[in-house]
């Protein structure tokens, strides 16, 4: 163990520290409790045998100021003093030590408290590690529940938490943003025709495009099916509607064969309905993402493989017949 002696008797000092290396332990001292401060902050003590009585910082102040101010790993303090008023020993176990030795000092007593010492910072060692495993393990928990498990984008949970944050920060900072809706263009046909294990390599697939092609800031979903949302913070409509022809780009030049589809090409394409929250906007997250998703179903009226942004030149689209995706 690496343990601090901090005593302004220099006989003291030199008898613990012999003490504490004949039996093995690595030994630093201090001359007042000051500097035995300064030497803690650094970190790595696993010990503090500290006097009661020193100039600037006493042994209660530091027992304190470790307990309180110290919080990487735990120090296993014990006064050593030459007090022994009962009164004073509670006092100095109030204040954070874990033990107390009177002086004048006995070797075994040091040696006994230096077992139980490195049995308590082993403990206290391996308490952290599990600690530290058990975040981890809950960071990765959490993180799956907000992952879509086919295709490792945010899912539905995950874009409702971001969609908060980005519409909130979009009012605050009087900025728009964007979102897109994609759809895999006759995907049930797809699916009857390859199979599902077929169509999930595809979703994925085309997950992975979109993933690339995006902007660095902005994120991608997988809504439900075979629907993708894509999030554009501090996004204009012009923008959007750029990044969401780059993606069907992208994802044409994949050629993803597609032999069932009723019109052309024969591969997999997508469409896209773009819809944005300006400033002066009065829209609701859920009303910008039904403006999207009515977008996305005029661009499947229009041909498909293309991507409508516009809903309000598209007034009849709640009249037209449900169509095949």
Not at 106 to 124: D, F, G, I, K, S
Not at 179 to 187: K, L, W
Not at 294 to 308: C, D, F, I, M, W
């Amino acid at each position: 163990m690496r343990i601090l002696v901090a005593d302004d008797d220099a006989t003291s000092r030199v008898l613990l520290k012999a003490m504490a290396s004949k039996l093995g332990h690595d030994c630093l001292v201090a001359s007042d409790g000051s500097s035995a401060w300064e030497l803690m902050q650094s970190g790595g003590i696993d010990v503090l045998l500290t006097d009661w009585m020193m100039p600037g910082v006493d042994g209660t102040e530091l027992c304190r100021r470790v307990r309180h101010e110290l919080r990487d790993g735990y120090t296993y303090i014990v006064i050593v003093t030459g007090l022994t008023d009962p009164e004073q020993i509670l006092e100095g176990m109030n204040s954070g030590a874990d033990d107390y030795i009177i002086k004048p000092v006995n070797p075994l007593e040091v040696q006994t408290c230096l077992v139980a010492a490195e049995r308590v910072t082993m403990l206290h060692r391996q308490l952290n590690q599990v600690r530290a495993q058990l975040e981890e393990a809950n960071l990765e928990l959490l993180g799956r529940s907000l992952t879509d498990s086919l295709t490792n984008l945010g899912n539905r949970r995950r874009m409702e938490e971001d969609l908060l944050k980005v519409h909130a920060l979009a009012l605050r900072s009087q900025n728009s943003y964007c979102v897109t809706m994609f759809d895999i263009d006759y995907f049930k046909f797809y699916n009857d025709h390859y199979g599902h294990p077929t169509g999930d390599e595809a979703l994925r697939q085309v997950s992975k495009c979109l993933n690339r092609v995006v902007r660095s800031g902005d994120a991608v979903y997988r809504y439900g099916g075979e629907e993708f949302l894509l999030v554009m913070p501090n996004c204009d409509v012009d923008a959007a509607v750029a990044a969401a022809e780059r993606v069907l780009h992208t994802v044409n030049l994949m050629a993803i064969p597609h032999q069932a589809r009723p019109t052309s090409p024969p591969a997999i394409t997508l469409s896209a309905g773009v819809a944005c929250h300006t400033p002066d906007s009065d829209l609701t997250i859920h009303d910008l993402i039904e403006h999207a998703d009515q977008a996305l179903y005029a661009a499947k009226l229009s041909g498909r493989n293309r991507v409508r942004s516009d809903v309000l030149a598209f007034p009849s689209v709640d009249a037209e017949p449900q169509v095949q995706h």
